[in-house]
């Protein structure tokens, strides 16, 4: 079955410092990739994407993503987060047939001063 | 675009009533997808739509859960009778295709059922 999974489920780390948010996905075909991040309140809005191509992906506010194909991976990087960054962070792809993302269970990450 | 539209923001109700939310996907996107996030069971898609037919419906719950898209401008999910189990946020969503183009997701409607 196709999945994605998290492994943490909340991370909090102290403002200037790096992050990185784990995502792991199961799928015999190819896909694309995703991160979405909530603010408190709020609905989910794309902050990368891989289709094709380089296997590092940048997205808005800082962040990026590197795609791994041999470790089934697409690790969410930034190297100084801010506490604007708090927020939910989802890890979701597209796979094969289903017309539909797939998305992890979310990761909370939680910056401090 | 004002983005995918969700009615109402808030929603409180008692067991056993009607619940009917609603959304309005951004114009000239041919899939609408309707989300529910709990703490528990995180986001989970219920239903999703290619051209207003429905695709799949295998994330819904249960029987008292329909949804329905009359045009390709409208879309609601309602809920009869509610239980305070359904309590949750739902996400409506929609895309110009699916694979490599991205969802757009509404602010979400916060149903609480007392």
């Known amino acids: 079955a196709q999945s994605v999974t998290q492994l943490d489920s909340q991370v909090p780390v102290f403002e200037e410092a790096p992050v990185e948010l784990r995502c792991n996905y199961s799928s015999s075909v190819s896909v694309y990739l995703f991160w979405y991040v909530q603010y408190p309140n709020q609905g989910l809005q794309l902050l990368l994407k891989y289709l094709s191509g380089s296997t590092l992906v940048k997205g808005i506010n800082g962040f990026e993503a590197e795609f791994n194909k041999s470790q089934t991976s697409f690790h969410l990087r930034k190297p100084s987060v801010h506490i604007s960054d708090t927020a939910e962070y989802f890890c979701?792809?597209?796979?094969?047939?289903?017309?539909?993302?797939?998305f992890g269970k979310g990761t909370k990450l939680s910056v401090k001063p | 675009d004002a983005g995918v539209i969700q009615s109402p923001r808030h929603e409180v109700t008692e067991m056993g009533q009607e619940v009917t939310l609603r959304c309005k996907p951004i114009?000239?996107?041919?899939?609408l997808f309707w989300y529910r996030q709990t703490m528990m069971r995180g986001l989970e898609l219920l239903i999703y739509f290619n051209n207003n037919v429905p695709i799949d419906d295998s994330g819904m719950p249960e029987d008292r859960f329909s949804a329905k898209m009359p045009n390709a401008s409208f879309s609601n999910l309602k809920i009869q009778p509610s239980e305070p189990r359904d309590s949750a946020v739902y996400f409506c969503a929609s895309s110009h295709s699916t694979g490599d183009t991205e969802a757009f997701f509404g602010q979400g409607t916060r149903l609480t059922v007392v």
């Open positions: 979701a792809f597209y796979g094969g047939s289903q017309g539909n993302l797939i």
């Open positions: 114009s000239g996107h041919d899939y």
